[in-house]
């Protein structure tokens, strides 16, 4: 079988698309763009069609050593990471750690245009709060804060795996010195760590051209329900064309534009939410994180 045996778990907004994308470019990493981000271990509509299942997905690679599979929800959803384990206790875990309060508000921005998110990030917050998510859909979009508790879910990791195996890297530094950081991963995964990449940005945020048309996209609604009992698209269009064809639309329906900016007294207020796990974190990792996570 055709089956992953490294994977970037994490975490979510923080440059997972154009580091795999980035990953995919070496000629000993197979990587196909059009499957990055399926959740098949974490998703019960995906992990319960099987092992053979995901096999298919990954069945046209030409032998590469390195095959990468990439979930943002992985590393927060430990049934995620039991599930991996299940398949091999011994594959290696590519983690990307951002500042939790511009990652939440990152999130936000990018799940407001996609037209799941109606609130203000302050309301969205809020209801955070207020609300126990029994839905795994809004449990992963809409737990902006819960995302950014990274000592928990390190944790966990470090539990389930050999530390050996596990590989963080911290998007400031990433993204600043990206042939260094990206000569280390290579390796870390015992490849020619001489590989130069080109590197571009991907999934960018922005906004969204027709917002109305993410909605439609991304939400449920009567049309689509006719739609889909109509026409039986999942059988006729592969997973792969039906994940294509989403990448081009939300990319042709996205203006790249200045983002809106996360407000000081926010920032501060999040950041005094985050300290205490922050602080865990750092000794947890033995790296002082707030070298790197300022305003």
């Not at 990449?197 to 027709?210: D, I, L, P």
């Not at 329906?253 to 920032?267: A, P």
């Amino acid at each position: 079988m055709s089956l992953p045996n490294t994977f970037i778990i994490g975490i979510q907004k923080a440059g997972t698309t154009a580091f795999y994308e980035w990953l995919s470019q070496h000629p000993e990493v197979y990587a196909p763009k059009e499957i990055k981000d399926i959740h098949f271990f974490t998703l019960d509509q995906y992990y319960n069609k099987g092992i053979s299942y995901l096999d298919k997905l990954y069945n046209q690679n030409g032998k590469e050593p390195i095959i990468l599979n990439s979930g943002v929800n992985y590393m927060y959803e430990p049934i995620a990471l039991r599930r991996i384990k299940a398949l091999d206790p011994n594959v290696k875990l590519l983690i990307v750690l951002r500042d939790p309060v511009k990652r939440a508000f990152s999130a936000y921005n990018y799940f407001y245009k996609l037209g799941i998110e109606d609130l203000s990030f302050e309301d969205a917050l809020e209801r955070e709060q207020k609300s126990t998510f029994t839905n795994p859909i809004e449990k992963a979009t809409f737990t902006y804060l819960d995302h950014g508790m990274y000592f928990k879910q390190l944790s966990t990791v470090l539990l389930l795996f050999p530390e050996k195996n596990i590989k963080v890297l911290i998007y400031e530094q990433l993204v600043k010195e990206k042939d260094k950081h990206m000569s280390s991963v290579f390796k870390f995964l015992g490849i020619d760590s001489n590989f130069k990449c080109e590197y571009m940005s991907a999934n960018v945020t922005g906004k969204a051209r027709f917002r109305f048309l993410n909605r439609f996209i991304n939400r449920d609604n009567p049309i689509k329900s006719v739609l889909q009992k109509g026409i039986p698209y999942k059988k006729i269009f592969s997973l792969k064309f039906r994940n294509k064809v989403s990448i081009f639309l939300m990319k042709m329906n996205t203006r790249e534009t200045e983002s809106i900016k996360l407000q000081r007294q926010v920032y501060d207020k999040l950041q005094d939410f985050f300290e205490e796990d922050t602080q865990k974190l750092s000794k947890l990792l033995k790296i002082n994180f707030k070298d790197f996570w300022k305003f």
